[in-house]
């Protein structure tokens, strides 16, 4: 599978954002799709995440977006959407979209589970 991240861009703080993955080659809903961010400096981290159509299509958001963010598949475009609302500062990284084939739930917040990614899309927000 290939993903292919967009949507980022300049935003102030309060505004909203939607970032697209669009993957090509093999089904969204056959995987778990992720999304991780990471700021300068810092580690990449989990941002949300939806199973594979098989598991559920479960959905799972890192405390610090929880609320704000949603994470949507749309099988018949093959895309995964993160709705991104009531931006913060915070929020700026690079954005990462990732697919991931027969995980465990214990293993869905952490990058290595992941095997396929797309590049980075840049969100920031000013204040």
């Known amino acids: 599978i290939q993903l292919q991240a967009s949507g980022g861009g300049l935003v102030q703080a309060g505004g909203s954002l939607r970032l697209s993955c669009a993957a090509s080659?093999?089904?969204?809903?056959?995987?778990?799709m992720g999304w991780f961010r990471q700021a300068p400096g810092k580690e990449r981290e989990f941002v949300a995440t939806?199973?594979?159509?098989?598991?559920?299509?479960?959905?799972i958001y890192a405390d610090s977006v929880k609320g704000r963010f949603t994470i949507s598949r749309d099988n018949a475009k093959n895309t995964v959407y993160l709705q991104m609302n009531s931006l913060k500062p915070e929020d700026t990284a690079l954005y990462y979209c990732?697919?991931?084939?027969?995980?465990?739930?214990?293993?869905?917040?952490?990058?290595?589970?992941?095997?396929?990614w797309g590049q980075g899309t840049q969100v920031t927000v000013s204040s």
């Open positions: 990732a697919a991931g084939e027969r995980l465990i739930l214990s293993s869905v917040r952490s990058g290595v589970s992941y095997s396929y």
């Open positions: 080659g093999r089904t969204v809903s056959d995987y778990t």
């Open positions: 939806i199973r594979s159509r098989s598991s559920g299509g479960v959905t």
